[in-house]
Nanobody, 112 residues
């Protein structure tokens, strides 16, 4: 059984930082691209960042320069380091393994 679990969300002030973690079990995630998405209230889910099995990274324009995606294949994990957070970054953040398996999400709230 595949499980994907996100952690690290929380409440942070504008300009602050958070590091989200995602751990997969029951699957060799190193064979898949990994993704971070987010969904704000009343909005569609959007892709934030992705990293291929080979380590190539892509970012949404809205977060370029402020976030870094990384992965640790020895731990079946992917991370999202977010800096200079803005209120518009408030959303539930979801991790996906290959766009096949999804976690339940972790809430990020940016508010002063």
């Amino acid at each position: 059984q595949v499980q994907v679990v996100e952690s690290g969300g929380g409440l942070v002030q504008p300009g602050g930082s958070l590091r989200l973690s995602c751990a997969a079990s029951g699957i060799r995630s190193s064979a898949y691209a990994m993704y971070w998405y987010r969904q704000a209230p009343g909005k569609q889910r959007e892709l934030v960042a992705s990293i291929t099995s080979g380590g190539s990274r892509r970012y949404a324009d809205s977060v370029q320069g402020r976030v870094t995606i990384s992965r640790d294949n020895t731990k079946n994990a992917v991370y999202l380091e977010m800096n200079n957070l803005k209120p518009e970054d408030t959303a539930v953040y979801y991790c996906s393994v290959g766009n096949f398996y999804w976690g339940q999400g972790t809430q990020v709230t940016v508010s002063g």
